[in-house]
């Protein structure tokens, strides 16, 4: 078996193929179809004509043969052969089939005779002879005089000039039809060639786009141009010089027959203009068109889809910024509560990265049994639709933590939900805060208590005082009841030094506004102690600074908070210590500083945080009330300053630095603690608002 | 296979060939028609000898139409009676009058059908003798002529208008076709120096037919025919174009003579026979009406006296 490998053809030369195959094919059938017709036709035509000469020839000869002239007759069947050469012979039978009259020469072929009959019912017979020289289509007539036959005409036809007018029947066909497929042939050539050139351009330019060039011009170029018809010089007009884009396809045109808008909503008006009459092409000129639009297009909503793209992915990472910089963790699960987008508090709260936590469950997430139960909860706002707000507790690396959550399932617009937005929040420190509040408030429910107690007992506890003395003039020196006033007097006076500190405490003391000068009032203090502090070799240090200003309030108070902060230090120091005392004026800021440092044992770091608390003392019993700071933390936010404590009994931290580190070194020298006081000096004091 | 796949498949270049070759074997089939020669040999001759008939009884009919009318007219006779008779008589066609005379003369024409003028002069100069005349169809034993003019020939209303005009008669012997009218003329004083013109129809046969069409051309003015002509032409052209000006007086008719010398016995046979024709019964009507008569009659000779006279009063030659 042969096998023909078959030739892989470009599609324009598929075309002209199956075009010339196509004209070859039709020019063949045509040819066959035409010049067998005409053959025919001659074959007829010259039956016809042999039938017409028999016809006249046979009325010729009748009276000839009526009147037996065989010269009339003779000259009549000679001069029939001598009209045309292909008239090979003629001659007449009598009814008897005996030859009347002939043309042949040197005798009559008699095998002539029978080879064709007619009867009386036709008007004529044809035989086709073949004399071996020749080829002769014998015609039979019968002569008649109405019915009555005279006998029977034979006309012999050579078929040359059938053939010959055959043969160039066939050469002229031949040559129309080789003709005519050439010129048809050109013709398909001219008209698909550049049907065929914008299709492979056409294809080229697909081609190109799937490559990702998406430069492409496969329309062809045209003669004129909207400009060059409209006359048009709007150099604005989007249209105008692009060459590589109908103007029916560009929005934004300005042409007054344009309608607005892009190709869609222009088109059919465009289509009644002339430019669009004058520049439309076929629909191969139109395909390529409209694919050189639509690769614009795309490359406009490419472009626009990159923007867009970067514009997301900008959203996206500012969003993942703004969420990981969230200390809430934040997290979206889909409709089987699975994660598909946490947040980095997320993943540091669960310990893992994001790809290790997308597409899991809080069970694979979280220890048994929270996981579980977190999962639940999920599942619970998945189905129910609503959300869930909770406080809960959970461990992490530092330890407990409280945690506020919020579950808000995502809706759809029927109502349905499509997943779970969670957030949570570390509330520990508010959890500490809410604490310290409680304590706050229940302190000052204590000291209004306490404040009312002294009041109501304040009285009374003068007059207990009052009469232990007066009864102590009455009683003999040095006698039992003399030693028990005067317990009853000094434990009266303990209460009453109680009672005064549960007052002042309460702020139930009148402040006396006044300007004095700090310096005074530090004096006076040390004045009132400095002989017990010599007792027990407490050395006092004082380095006052030079032109301070006054200060506005009430120097009582002020008064009060040295002693209690001298006393403490006292306390603190025992015996052979040292207190030094600083002040100056902080320009900055606008205040004094008052600066009270010792040289004790200093203040434990649990015990800072308590230090300014009420009823808060490391003093033993009948020592300390437990209110003398708290009273001077009073006074000092009274007046609108400040009070901060530092001391290294063994580590050392301010109050407002709790968090900071400790590792810088200590500014005090031997002084242990250190209590700043800040006092300001503007007119705008806040004491001018009691 | 996609559609691009099929169409290609479809188009492949062994289909095309296929196809052209299928084509040019349709073709060649539809070229060679079933139209087979027949072989023969024209070299064997073969020699053509004149068939000599003997004892052959020639029937000639006066050339007064074409040779074809004269057979249409009397083939049927000549059958009828060589079937009666048992005679081998043949028709023969003079080209003329004249040489149905001279035929006459010559004894080459046995049994003569001609008009009584011709008859007074094979009679008179060749010693033929009548012996049967024939009715019309108009049931006439005698004929007449006519002068003809064109329908709308205004000019010609009597025989004095046709002084001075153009004349087409049919043959000089002719009786109907010009002694009758010719006669007819001298009665009323006009005689042939009287006519623009005086011409015969030409000739050989149809005589009596291209009178009419001549006159009906309007190449002459008048014509002279026998009557029932017109009829015999009424199918080639429109005969009501044709207007009968006059009509000559009635003399005997067409006659059957026999030459001189011809058995008597044959001549008995013949006029038996023709004597016998019946206009009614079914076979002889249709030999009868062919010949455009109703039936033969004995004839003798003195019968046509009348046309001598004619003849005599014309100063035409017998």
Known sequence: ?690 | MNMHQKIKSFFNWQIILTLIVGLCLFSNQACSRDDRPVKIDLNEKMHIKPKLEQDVITYAYLPQYSHTTSYKRHHQIIKYLRTETGLNIKQIFPDTFDQHVTMVKNGKVDISFSNPFIYIQIADQFNAKAFARIVTIQDQENFRGQVICRADNKKIKTLKDCRDKTWIAVDRGSAGGYLFPLGLFYSHGIFQSDFKEIVFAPGPGAKQEKVVFAVHAGKYDIGTIREGTLNVVASRINTSDIRVISSTPLYPGWVYATRQNLDAKVIQKIKTALLALDFNKKGDRSILEAANFIKVIPASDPDFDPIRELASDLKVSK
């Open chain 1, 1 to 690: 078996m042969f096998h023909i490998r078959k030739i892989k053809l470009e599609f324009k030369n598929q075309i002209y193929l199956v075009m010339f195959s196509l004209l070859m094919f039709l020019g063949l059938v045509t040819f066959f179809i035409v010049s067998s017709i005409m053959q025919d036709t001659m074959i007829e035509e010259n039956k016809n004509r042999a039938v017409s000469m028999g016809v006249n020839l046979s009325a010729r000869l009748i009276e000839p043969i009526l009147t037996m002239d065989y010269f009339s007759m003779k000259k009549l069947v000679d001069e029939t052969v001598l009209l045309s050469n292909d008239i090979y012979y003629t001659f007449v039978l009598d009814n008897d089939s005996n030859p009347i009259i002939h043309t042949f020469h040197n005798g009559f072929p008699a095998q002539l005779i029978h080879v064709n009959k007619v009867n009386e019912a036709r008007t004529f017979s044809q035989q086709y002879l073949d004399t071996g020289k020749y080829r002769v289509y014998d015609y039979a007539l019968p002569i008649f005089v109405d019915t009555n036959r005279l006998g029977t005409l034979r006309l012999g036809l050579l078929t040359t000039r059938v053939e010959k007018i055959t043969r160039r029947i066939m050469l002229t066909a031949l040559f129309s039809t080789v003709f005519s497929i050439l010129i048809a042939a050109l013709a398909g050539f001219l008209l698909f060639r550049p049907m065929t050139r914008n299709i492979k351009k056409l294809h080229e330019a697909s081609e190109q786009a799937m490559r990702g060039d998406l430069n492409i011009h496969s329309a062809p170029v045209l003669q004129k141009n909207c400009w060059d018809i409209m006359n048009c010089s709007q150099k604005e007009c989007p249209a105008y010089h692009n060459a590589s884009q109908r103007c029916w396809y560009t929005a934004g045109t300005l042409c007054k027959t344009c309608a607005a808008g892009d190709y869609a909503k222009k088109i059919l008006s465009c289509q009644q203009c002339k430019v669009y009459k004058a520049c439309a092409g076929n629909e191969i000129q139109s395909l390529a068109e409209s694919f050189d639009y639509m690769i614009l297009s795309l490359k406009n909503h490419l472009a626009e889809l990159n923007l867009t793209k970067e514009d997301v992915s900008k959203q996206k990472a500012l969003l993942q910024t703004i969420l990981d910089g969230l200390p809430d963790f934040v997290s979206l699960q889909n409709q089987k509560a699975e994660y598909i987008s946490v947040n980095q508090a997320f993943c540091t709260m669960v310990g893992k990265t994001q790809h290790d936590i997308l597409d899991k469950t809080a069970r694979d997430l979280f220890d048994f049994p929270h996981g579980s139960t977190y999962l639940k909860e999920d599942i619970k706002v998945l189905e129910t639709g609503k959300p869930l707000v909770m406080e809960t507790t959970g461990m992490d690396t530092s330890g407990k933590k409280w945690i506020h959550v919020v579950k808000s399932p995502i809706l759809k617009k029927n109502g349905a939900v499509s997943g779970l937005v969670s957030s949570g929040r570390d509330i520990s420190d508010n959890k500490i805060i809410q604490e310290q509040l409680c304590q706050a408030q229940k302190m000052e429910s204590v000291g209004q208590l306490a404040a009312g107690v002294a009041h109501e007992i304040n009285t009374p506890l003068g007059i207990i005082l009052g009469y232990a003395q007066i009864l102590q003039e009455d009683v003999k020196p040095g006698s039992q009841v003399l030693e028990d006033l005067q317990l009853i007097e000094k434990h009266s006076k303990i209460c009453s030094r109680i009672v005064a500190d549960l007052l002042r405490f309460s702020r139930r003391i009148q402040s006396t506004i006044t300007q004095f000068d700090i310096h005074h009032a530090i004096d006076d203090v040390l004045n009132m102690v400095e002989h017990t502090f010599t007792l027990d070799h407490v050395e006092i240090e004082k380095y006052f600074g030079t032109d301070l200003p006054s200060v506005k309030g009430d120097e009582e108070k002020i008064k009060q908070v040295f002693i209690n902060l001298l006393n403490n230090a006292f306390d603190a120091i025992g015996k052979n210590g040292r207190v030094s005392i600083r002040t100056f004026f902080d320009s900055k800021n606008h205040s004094l500083v008052i600066t009270i440092a010792d040289t004790g044992s200093g203040i434990l770091v649990k015990h800072l945080n308590k230090l300014f608390d009420p009823f808060f003392t490391t003093k033993g019993v009948g020592k300390g009330t437990g209110l003398g700071l708290s009273v001077t933390f009073g006074i000092i936010e009274e007046h609108g300053g400040t009070i901060q404590v530092d001391s290294r009994p063994a580590e050392s931290k301010s109050i407002e630095s709790r968090q900071a580190s400790d590792k810088a070194p200590w500014p005090y020298g031997d002084y242990n603690t250190v209590f700043i006081i800040t006092l300001p000096v503007s007119k705008n004091n806040k004491l001018e608002k009691y």
